[in-house]
């Protein structure tokens, strides 16, 4: 089946510590796009990918790195310069003109 | 202030009751997306709408987009326990924002039975 997934869905880090969160489409999309999500804010996004090889930053990209070496692959690596990094993190995708397509979100937790 | 402003913010109606979730932007939009959201899981697909003026339905949701492009209604109608969750509306600016959505900041509904 076509779709978007997302690993792990619940992940906890310990202050200091890097994380990667996983995002992997088989659906041919060239746009990928990283958001977190926090409770009564809505959806703000952090990187996009329009293109392999290519991003740019979104409107909180701070503490926060991608790569896209892969059409399927948009990992983001939640370093330990997010001062705040709890939160809900989603994954979408996107053909380059059509509504984005959203996996199922993985919570990351600050212990 | 949010770029998108949602209203209300929560909403509660009885079973089978009609309801209107309001999206309203400070700037023309290119294209306005409707999404819904169990919480704790991915966001689904609702309507685009791009048109000013333009309406579409899809079931018992009905949404359209105003003749200035600057607001959007979602209607459900007949409302079902199913139809709970979070509803966002994300835009579209165009140009050089082109594919980036700008959300709102979410109304979470709840349909008693």
């Known amino acids: 089946d076509g779709g978007i997934t997302q690993s792990p869905k619940y992940l906890f880090r310990k202050e200091g510590q890097n994380v990667t969160l996983s995002c992997e489409q088989n659906?041919?999309?060239?746009?990928m796009y990283w958001y977190r999500q926090d409770p009564g804010q809505g959806l703000r996004l952090i990187y996009y990918?329009?293109?392999?090889?290519?991003?740019q930053k979104g409107d909180i990209a701070e503490g926060y790195s991608v790569s896209r070496e892969k059409k399927e692959s948009f990992p983001l690596t939640v370093t330990s310069a997010q001062k705040n990094p709890t939160a809900f993190y989603l994954c979408?995708?996107?053909?380059?003109?059509?509504?984005?397509?959203f996996g199922p979100g993985t919570r990351l937790t600050v212990l | 202030s949010q770029e998108l402003e949602q209203s209300p913010q929560s909403l509660i109606v009885q079973e089978g009751k009609n309801l209107t979730i309001n999206c309203t932007s400070s700037?023309?939009?290119?294209?306005l997306y409707w999404y819904k959201q169990k919480y704790g899981e991915g966001l689904i697909f609702l309507m685009m709408?791009?048109?000013?003026?333009e309406e579409k339905s899809h079931e018992k949701i009905t949404a359209k987009l105003d003749e200035k492009k600057q607001q959007s209604s979602l209607h459900i109608t007949a409302s079902q326990p199913s139809h709970a969750g979070i509803y966002l509306c994300?835009?579209?600016?165009?140009?050089?924002?082109?594919?980036?959505?700008?959300f709102g900041q979410g109304t979470i509904l709840t349909v008693h039975p």
């Open positions: 979408a995708s996107s053909p380059r003109v059509a509504e984005q397509f």
């Open positions: 659906l041919n999309h060239d746009a």
């Open positions: 990918s329009q293109i392999v090889n290519d991003f």
């Open positions: 700037k023309t939009l290119y294209g």
């Open positions: 709408l791009q048109k000013g003026g």
């Open positions: 994300g835009a579209d600016r165009g140009g050089t924002s082109y594919g980036k959505l700008t």
